[in-house]
């Protein structure tokens, strides 16, 4: 975990395993149990955002309240970053509103990766087979227990 720390901050919520929900530098760490779902995952071509950019630009919202992780789940989702990267990026913009006709579409933290949720592998798959000729994409079926953590603990 002291090693993963010095990668990245969010390195340890991979280190664990099972899907989590984490407030802080990973001290506040709740293990939780999503809906599996499929997510096609969607980016423009040719484009890169700067995280950096993203954190240090003066118009980022910075007074998200915390909440529980029920409240989280019965409330609308929100990403403090997504506003801001499509009012700086309209090619975000304009995939997000693309997806959005198909599926629920959203930034994955400062993006360029968009997530578009789905219930079936087939449902994803439509979708990926028509997205625009500027964005490329893949499929990724949501897990709870990270299929590495599992192949280590059958080795054991």
């Not at 998200?64 to 409240?71: A, E, L, Q, R, V």
């Not at 090619?91 to 993006?111: H, K, V």
């Not at 990270?146 to 603990?153: A, G, N, Q, V």
Request: with cysteine.
């Amino acid at each position: 975990m002291q090693l993963g720390m010095q990668l990245g901050s969010d390195v340890p919520i991979f280190i664990r395993g099972y899907s989590a929900l984490v407030e802080g530098v990973n001290e506040k760490f709740q293990l939780i149990q999503p809906k599996e779902q499929w997510y096609l995952i969607t980016y423009p071509k040719n484009i890169q955002i700067s995280t950096k950019m993203i954190f240090n630009h003066p118009k980022l919202f910075r007074s998200t309240p915390c909440y529980s992780y029920k409240k989280l789940l019965n409330s609308p989702f929100k990403n403090d970053c997504e506003s801001l990267v499509k009012n700086q990026f309209s090619i975000i913009n304009d995939l997000i509103n693309w997806l959005s006709n198909y599926a629920p579409s959203r930034l994955t933290g400062t993006g360029s990766c968009i997530f578009s949720e789905f219930n079936t592998n087939k449902d994803a798959q439509k979708i990926l087979n028509i997205i625009p000729k500027w964005a490329n994409g893949f499929i990724a079926k949501g897990n709870n227990i990270s299929p590495l953590y599992k192949m280590l603990l059958n080795k054991h």
